[in-house]
């Protein structure tokens, strides 16, 4: 009997002490894989600050992010937590990277050496106020200091969060000559539905993945020939329409500008045409557009629309 309640303690001492199901992404940006390899193939990205759960363990962590996607990452990548630890990351004061590009300093002073580079939607933990810098915390427990100029204190930044049109492509215009990158979700190389993700995300918009993933969200729009049905803002697709009751392939997607002119990431960040007399003109895309997609009207009214205010992820 005796010995039966001693393996019972220690059983209950492994499965309390089993590695944390919840964590936070620790580097500027992760790339994730389809299986735990150096040689597999890169899915997508996920930027720090942003809470992700574990799946399995391992030298590689099998993880899922916010938006639902799955990948495997290097356990470097994620701060492990507690049920406690990861509810407390969540609901801590957060310092938002607000500019393209920038670096976590050791010191209060430019000159310091960097504790890590960042980039635009990172997310860190707010731990005070120094001259020209934020004093902040990394998932994983590191320090260091963020110019004020290049990040905002979240309060702040909900404070002057812009979600309609005009603000997004003002955002979507400072990806312009950006690299196209296959599975990229960050200023350092998106691609197409990579680059609009990242957009939304830095106005706090939370969206599905893939273009595939994307189309069927907010209001189905089928495009009148002059477009002029279309507003500056909504997600045009692109691809090829299903045949005898096959689905449609939506392989490529980009944002409407107005006035027949698009922005998306095909080889970099551009901005195209659909007018044929136009010096930007791009026939090939022209030629495989599908249908557009209204959904800044529809964020956190219809599912897989969300915010970091109420999406799962963020609130446990």
Same mark, same amino acid.
């Given at each position: 009997?005796?010995?039966?309640?001693?393996?019972?303690?220690?059983?209950?001492?492994?499965?309390?002490?089993?590695?944390?199901?919840?964590?936070?992404?620790?580097?500027?940006?992760?790339?994730?894989?389809?299986?735990?390899?150096?040689?597999?193939?890169?899915?997508?990205?996920?930027?720090?600050?942003?809470?992700?759960?574990i799946?399995?363990? #391992?030298?590689?962590?099998?993880?899922?992010? !916010? @938006? %639902?996607?799955? /990948?495997? =990452? &290097?356990?470097? +990548?994620? $701060?492990?937590?507690?049920?406690?630890?990861?509810?407390a990351?969540?609901?801590?004061?957060k310092?938002?990277?607000?500019?393209?590009?920038?670096?976590?300093?050791?010191?209060?002073?430019?000159?310091?050496?960097?504790?890590?580079?960042?980039?635009?939607?990172n997310?860190?933990?707010?731990?005070?106020?120094? #001259?020209?810098?934020?004093?902040?915390?990394? !998932? @994983? %427990?590191?320090? /260091?200091? =963020? &110019?004020?100029? +290049?990040? $905002?204190?979240e309060?702040?930044?909900?404070?002057?969060?812009?979600?309609?049109?005009?603000?997004?492509?003002?955002?979507?215009?400072?990806?312009?000559?950006?690299?196209?990158?296959?599975?990229?979700?960050?200023?350092?190389?998106v691609?197409?539905?990579?680059?609009?993700?990242?957009?939304?995300?830095?106005?706090?918009?939370?969206?599905?993945?893939?273009?595939?993933?994307?189309?069927?969200?907010?209001?189905?729009?089928?495009?009148? $020939?002059?477009?002029?049905?279309?507003?500056?803002?909504?997600?045009?697709?692109?691809?090829?329409f299903?045949?005898?009751?096959?689905?449609?392939?939506?392989?490529?997607?980009?944002?409407?500008?107005?006035?027949?002119?698009?922005?998306?990431?095909?080889?970099?960040?551009?901005?195209?045409?659909?007018?044929?007399?136009?010096?930007?003109?791009?026939?090939?895309?022209?030629?495989?557009?599908?249908?557009?997609?209204?959904?800044?009207?529809?964020?956190?009214?219809?599912?897989?629309?969300?915010?970091?205010?109420?999406?799962?992820?963020?609130?446990?």
């Open positions: 009997m005796k010995k039966t309640v001693i393996f019972l303690l220690a059983a209950l001492a492994a499965f309390s002490m089993r590695a944390a199901d919840r964590g936070v992404i620790t580097l500027s940006v992760a790339n994730m894989r389809d299986t735990g390899d150096y040689s597999a193939e890169m899915i997508t990205q996920a930027i720090m600050g942003t809470p992700v759960h799946l399995q363990e #391992g030298r590689w962590l099998q993880i899922q992010t !916010p @938006d %639902g996607y799955k /990948g495997w =990452v &290097l356990n470097e +990548a994620v $701060a492990p937590m507690s049920a406690e630890e990861y509810s990351w969540n609901s801590s004061e310092v938002i990277v607000t500019d393209m590009y920038g670096i976590v300093y050791s010191a209060p002073d430019v000159k310091s050496a960097p504790v890590s580079d960042i980039v635009g939607g997310r860190l933990r707010y731990l005070g106020t120094k #001259g020209k810098f934020f004093r902040v915390g990394f !998932p @994983d %427990g590191r320090e /260091g200091y =963020v &110019l004020r100029s +290049a990040s $905002a204190r309060e702040d930044w909900r404070k002057g969060l812009r979600q309609d049109a005009a603000s997004v492509l003002a955002t979507a215009h400072r990806f312009l000559g950006i690299p196209y990158l296959w599975a990229g979700m960050s200023p350092k190389g691609d197409c539905s990579g680059f609009v993700r990242a957009t939304l995300y830095m106005h706090d918009i939370i969206i599905p993945r893939d273009a595939s993933q994307m189309a069927p969200r907010g209001e189905r729009i089928h495009i009148a $020939a002059d477009f002029s049905n279309l507003l500056p803002g909504d997600l045009l697709f692109f691809g090829k299903g045949v005898d009751g096959a689905r449609d392939r939506v392989s490529h997607v980009g944002f409407y500008i107005g006035d027949g002119y698009f922005i998306h990431s095909l080889g970099y960040v551009h901005v195209s045409s659909f007018m044929p007399d136009d010096p930007l003109y791009d026939e090939a895309d022209t030629k495989r557009l599908l249908y557009a997609s209204r959904i800044l009207p529809y964020i956190n009214e219809m599912e897989g629309l969300t915010t970091t205010a109420t999406n799962q992820f963020y609130n446990e």
